[in-house]
């Protein structure tokens, strides 16, 4: 076989390096707006050095751009990289667990596409390979990957369901369904409470205070309509045109408009099935399922959905047809009623102690009345917390079948359930923090066997039921 | 395989690195000698006699404890002096070697070999190219005897 040679990444790359580095070129200007030179003498003095700078960076750029070179290999690929530490490493095709190709609008422009290679082995934050390539190029690795494998299953989400999703999953969505409306009322309620006092009181401060109260109240709630819109748009640009599809061995996820993301993994690099809803999703009778597998989570705000905001048989039809995991409990353990207000415990310690502030601060006005109404806001999110750990509650549970572990539990604002093949489980540890072993109860932490963390936790459980269940779920991973 | 050692150079290597730092710190402790004299002063004379105790029994002891060798088909790794740890590398379970090599380790022909598993790193440091390339050989041969055994099988 003819030898290659040693090819250079599209130079897209360095721009995109310099991209990185554009806080760095932006010192320069700063100087130069700051400095405000006097003279010729100086504004040509403090402009070489600037320049110097820029050329310095662009330097460095150049040179990481420079020593980074590839080439295909018999049975994989080499990589040599590093300026003062060089690396040189084949990745072996057979090791592969998830080829990712991205491609924004600006690389798009060139004609450039960014491949992504990960493998079980390396970081849990950065790429085994990274390397920008011309967009013709990435094609043909996928074409020749996915040769003669048939699609058996695809499923596409619908406008109104991507809608729906970045809606729901919009951090200020909460704002806009409980916030908004509650400043509004509560800034027209201070506003006539504070007028009356005025007319009352000859307290001038008090008087352009509660002139202010309810424009105030008013800039807070546009300021999160607006937050809310913002982010809606950006996981709506993130998700929309998503498509999953099962092709031969692999996993298709397809999505993005302006930065659109391609993410191919083999079936047996699956390590687990992840369903997750959050309280507004679960009111909806909506979840979402994803596929954890090596190269996951290393994308900022990646999921690797499957399904996204689907009801129940549009789910068990998508699970059923990508990646074939049977979701359904032989045996299931869920945190006993006596468990309940240790789920609840710190957003109700939290509420109580807003509460008590602002029932304080209305005989002791010692905040300015935005702060005040800022704590009275802040009530309604700590209701919500509650809410959903009440929900977590009755849904929280670690079970098994014939095949998988289930793990069921909250995370921040999320339900999330863990369908784990048993070859995929590294262990299952039981912890008990020191008011648990008096108690009698554990948290259940499951690890995969490629990840040093634990990938998720169900609290609260009985200590014996969960050993019993541990102890079947660890048969069932030695056989 | 029989039980090998690094380069000799590898004290080289680290004597080079231990003087570096101790000039990087000599730099910092210069520095902060402005505001607390008697400070710096006494951590730059604990430094100073860390240094020494580094480069004449540290280094030395270090090397005398790092071995490799080739157990069946397992890469064994012996390591560290105050922690001694021993490690073997099954061939399957390694994804991926990376040949790493700094300035000074290239200027004195030496190389460090880090074996990527899943979920960690393992590295082998300042061997000789030419080891490196015969544990790249062997453990490459073994992983082709590993899978035509299974395939038979």
């Not at chain 2, 393992?122 to 082709?144: F, G, R």
Request: proline letters at 3%; a positive charge.
């Amino acid at each position: 076989m003819k030898e290659r040679s040693l090819k250079k990444q599209h130079p897209f790359a360095m721009l995109s390096k310099l991209t990185g580095s554009a806080l760095l070129l932006l010192l320069p200007v700063i100087q130069q707006l700051l400095y405000r030179p006097q003279n010729a003498i100086e504004i040509i003095g403090s402009m070489g050095i600037s320049a110097l700078y820029a050329i310095g960076v662009i330097t460095v750029a150049l040179i990481f751009y420079n020593t980074c070179r590839y080439k295909r290999v018999a049975n994989g690929i080499y990589l040599e990289r590093g300026v003062l530490i060089k690396r040189k490493y084949t990745v072996p095709f057979e090791n592969v667990s998830t080829i990712t190709v991205d491609r924004n609008i600006f690389a798009a422009i060139f004609n450039a596409a960014k491949i992504n290679i990960d493998t079980p082995a390396g970081f849990s934050k950065k790429r085994d390979i990274s390397l920008y390539m011309r967009r013709s190029k990435t094609r043909f690795i996928i074409i020749k990957m996915l040769d003669g494998l048939k699609t058996s299953y695809i499923y596409m989400a619908g406008n109104f369901r991507m809608v729906l999703m970045s809606a729901l999953w919009s951090n200020p969505m909460t704002g806009l369904l409980l916030l908004a409306p509650l400043i509004e009322k509560t800034g027209n309620i201070l506003g006539k409470e504070f007028n009356s006092i005025v007319i009352k009181s000859v307290d001038f401060r008090t008087n352009l205070v509660s002139v202010g109260i309810t424009p105030a109240a008013a800039t807070i709630a546009n300021i999160l309509v607006l937050g809310w819109a913002v982010a809606m748009l950006f996981q709506f640009f993130r998700y929309a045109r998503f498509s999953s599809k099962r092709i031969g061995d692999y996993i298709a996820i397809t999505r993005g408009i302006g930065v659109k993301n391609e993410r191919y993994t083999k079936i047996h690099e699956v390590s687990a099935l992840t369903i997750s809803r959050t309280l507004s999703m679960a009111m909806l009778k909506l979840r979402s399922a994803g596929i954890f597998a090596v190269g996951s989570g290393k994308d900022k705000g990646d999921k690797s959905l499957i399904a996204i905001a689907a009801n129940d048989r549009e789910l068990a039809s998508a699970i059923k047809g990508i990646v074939g995991f049977d979701t359904h409990y032989k045996r299931r353990l869920r945190p006993e009623k006596s468990r309940f207000f240790s789920y609840i415990m710190v957003p109700l310690i939290a509420m109580g102690t807003v509460f008590a502030a602002v029932s304080l601060l209305i005989f002791v006005p010692l905040l300015d009345d935005l702060y005040f109404t800022a704590l009275l806001i802040s009530l309604a999110p700590l209701a919500w917390w509650i809410a959903f750990r009440i929900y977590a509650f009755y849904n929280s549970s670690i079970g098994y079948n014939k095949s998988c572990a289930m793990f069921c539990g909250y995370r921040k604002l999320s339900l999330v359930e863990y369908v784990i093949p048993y070859q995929h489980i590294q262990f299952v540890e039981i912890r008990q923090n020191l008011f648990q072993q008096h108690s009698g109860f554990c948290n259940v932490r499951v690890y995969l066997y490629y990840e040093q963390k634990a990938i998720h936790t169900v609290k609260h459980l009985r200590l014996a039921d969960a050993e019993e269940i541990v102890k079947q779920i660890e048969k069932r991973i030695g056989s | 395989m029989e039980k090998q050692k690094p380069s000799k150079n590898s004290i080289l290597v680290w004597r080079i690195r231990a003087t570096l730092i101790l000039f990087g710190t000599a730099f910092i402790l210069g520095a902060l000698f402005v505001f607390f004299p008697i400070i710096s002063s006494i951590i730059a004379t604990l430094i100073i006699i860390a240094y020494i105790l580094a480069i004449t029994i540290y280094c030395p002891k270090l090397y005398k404890h790092t071995n490799f060798y080739l157990v069946g088909n397992n890469l064994t790794i012996e390591q560290g002096f105050f922690v001694r740890r021993k490690c073997m590398l099954s061939p399957e379970r390694i994804q991926y070697i990376i040949t790493l090599s700094g300035p000074i380790q290239r200027h004195l022909g030496v190389c460090s070999l880090s074996f990527m598993t899943a979920g960690s790193t393992q590295t082998l440091q300042n061997i000789t190219p030419e080891d490196a390339l015969k544990i790249k050989t062997a453990l490459d041969l073994s992983k082709k005897e590993v899978r035509s055994e299974r395939k038979k099988s």
